[in-house]
Nanobody, 124 residues
Framework: QVQLIESGGGLVQAGGSLRLSCAAS????????MGWFRQAPGKEREFVTA????????DYADSVKGRFTISRDNAKNTVYLQMNNLKPEDTAIYYC?????????????????WGQGIQVTVSS
């Protein structure tokens, strides 16, 4: 059974930092794109970032570029999201996701495996 389990969320003041982790079990995703999405109340799930480790590539939404960093440790089958200079508009449930393969689009439909989500709240 494939599982993606997020950790590291919580409440932080604006300007602060959080690091999310996503541990995968049940299979390895070293050849798959992996990423993070988020969903704020009343809004659609939106792309945050993704990485294709084998290609050494990363991709960020404009809203987080320069503040968020995605990384992965294939030996641990884990992907991370370092979030710095957090803003109240970053408040959302954050989801870890693994794409169905190496290629992906920024649409949630491109990702076939999902974590349960973790809350990130940024206070002003």
């Amino acid at each position: 059974q494939v599982q993606l389990i997020e950790s590291g969320g919580g409440l932080v003041q604006a300007g602060g930092s959080l690091r999310l982790s996503c541990a995968a079990s049940g299979r390895t995703f070293s050849s798959n794109a992996m990423g993070w999405f988020r969903q704020a109340p009343g809004k659609e799930r939106e792309f945050v970032t993704a990485t294709r480790w084998s290609a050494g590539s990363t991709d960020y939404a404009d809203s987080v570029k320069g503040r968020f960093t995605i990384s992965r440790d294939n030996a641990k089958n884990t992907v991370y999201l370092q979030m710095n200079n957090l803003k109240p508009e970053d408040t959302a449930i954050y989801y870890c996701a693994a794409a169905r393969g190496f290629y992906y689009s920024r649409s949630p439909a491109s990702f076939g495996f999902w974590g349960q989500g973790i809350q990130v709240t940024v206070s002003s």
